[in-house]
């Protein structure tokens, strides 16, 4: 795991660095390729060993989560292009991801309750 942790430690600053000359877009984009890319590594090296978790069980854990993101995220993109708030950026922003949050919570709440419940059973015993 500490080998692990060096080397995104080492790779993470670097990619945001060099991304950083180009745009902040570039290193929104990079960072999230790279947090992509390295999700294989990052099952070989820590959780293989680990947890002694298969790549097709690790992978299957985010099936519905990622393919209800991707269809909010093209609603959101597809509303975003038609219709602006008469508030500014921030504002916009706000209003337009909590309504984005709600509405895939509660798809993932239709879809898999039983993630739902245990998400919200970790929240509610977690005392701060």
């Known amino acids: ?7 995104v ?16 877009n570039t290193v ?5 390729l790279l947090s992509f890319v390295l999700i294989i590594p990052m099952w ?8 002694h978790i298969k790549l097709g069980e690790y992978f299957a ?14 609603a959101c993109l597809l509303c975003s292009n038609f ?10 922003a706000v209003i337009k991801g909590s309504i984005a949050v709600a509405v895939y919570v ?10 739902m419940v245990e998400i919200y059973n970790l929240l509610h015993g977690y005392r701060p």
């Open 28 to 32: 929104a984009f990079m960072r999230a």
């Open 9 to 24: 430690l080492i790779v993470t600053p670097l990619v945001i660095y060099f991304s950083s000359l180009i745009s902040i």
């Open 61 to 74: 854990q985010f099936i519905k989560p990622y393919l209800l993101l991707l269809i909010i995220a093209a």
């Open 1 to 7: 795991g500490l080998r692990w942790v060096l080397f």
């Open 44 to 51: 070989w090296m820590q959780l293989k060993p680990m947890a």
């Open 106 to 115: 509660g798809l993932l709440w239709l879809i898999d309750k039983k993630r």
């Open 83 to 92: 219709y602006e708030l008469p508030f500014g950026t921030i504002v916009n």
